[in-house]
């Protein structure tokens, strides 16, 4: 009988061949309940989000609008997304005091009363003032931001106001920084509201520009004792500016 000419290698790969064949030709499992189960909890949690969010900028639009914020100077975008991060920090109940939202508007000039303090369940607008900016964060605009040590910047994002006390400025406000990345170095810094001399009509007038700080919102002197009482003690404070970074990472607005 004549032999085969096949090689052993040939064979296997024959037979590798075939099996690979019948592994494609195999037929996909039917998807479960528990992956449309899966699938659904996605989409539910999406369409609720989104339900959320544009509930919270209808809310933001009714009280911007009924208390003419915009005829104050009050950016639209910066309102908005102080709204957005109140909501969500109440929600979380992480504000002991939610009647009060303070938002400082660096989007303006230092030279404008970009400070609003606003009562949220009334709906009024409690006081507008002055506050200063870091001096390395700009001149006359902030534009630039740090969460570094010794920066003598500005840090964007949400704050929760604390306890007060009496130092170098006088009566002051400790504030914690809860945005991390963006604020959260803000105790360490000694970022704190307090009130200064520079931050004055008379400076403005004498000099053209409002003064700047190490980095504290200073507000002026004569407003601190009308001011901090009202916002002390776990109320929401909010510092914009229409960064693109912030407004897309920080964890507060994006939780």
């Known amino acids: 009988m004549k032999q085969s000419t096949l090689k052993p290698n040939f064979l296997l790969v024959t037979a590798l061949c075939l099996l690979t064949i019948n592994i494609y030709a195999a037929p996909m499992p039917a998807p479960t309940a528990a992956t449309h189960t899966v699938a659904a909890t996605h989409l ?8 959320e969010k544009r509930m919270i900028l209808a809310m933001a639009t009714s009280i911007y609008e ?22 969500k920090l109440k929600k979380k109940g992480l504000l002991r005091r939610t009647n009060v939202l303070t938002i400082a508007d660096f989007s303006q000039s230092s030279s404008n009363q970009r400070l609003y303090v ?34 003598c910047k500005s840090s964007l994002g949400f704050y929760i106001t604390s306890g007060t006390y009496y130092g170098f400025n006088g009566l002051s ?28 009509t008379r400076i403005l007038r004498k000099y053209g ?17 009308q001011i901090i009482p009202v916002v002390k ?23």
């Not at 003032?129 to 920066?151: D, L, R």
């Not at 991390?180 to 520079?198: E, L, M, P, Q, T």
């Not at 520009?209 to 004792?225: F, N, S």
Request: glycine residues 8%.
């Open 66 to 87: 009924d208390m003419n914020l915009e005829d104050s100077g009050l950016n639209r975008k910066a309102f908005e997304s102080a709204w957005t991060g109140y909501y």
């Open 118 to 151: 606003i009562d949220v369940r009334n709906r009024r607008l409690l006081y507008r003032t002055y506050v200063a900016h870091g001096i390395n964060s700009g001149q006359e605009f902030a534009n630039a931001f740090s969460n570094k040590m010794e920066s």
């Open 233 to 255: 003690n776990g109320t929401c404070f909010f510092i914009y500016y229409p960064s693109q970074k912030y407004l897309a990472q920080s964890p507060v607005l994006n939780s």
């Open 173 to 200: 406000l400790r504030i914690q920084g809860v945005d991390k990345g963006f604020n959260d170095n803000a105790a360490r810094r000694a970022i704190v509201i307090h009130g200064a001399s520079y931050v004055s």
């Open 44 to 51: 539910s949690k999406a369409a609720a989000l989104r339900a």
């Open 209 to 225: 520009v409002m003064g700047t700080t190490y980095g504290c919102p200073a507000i002026p002197d004569e407003m601190t004792t």
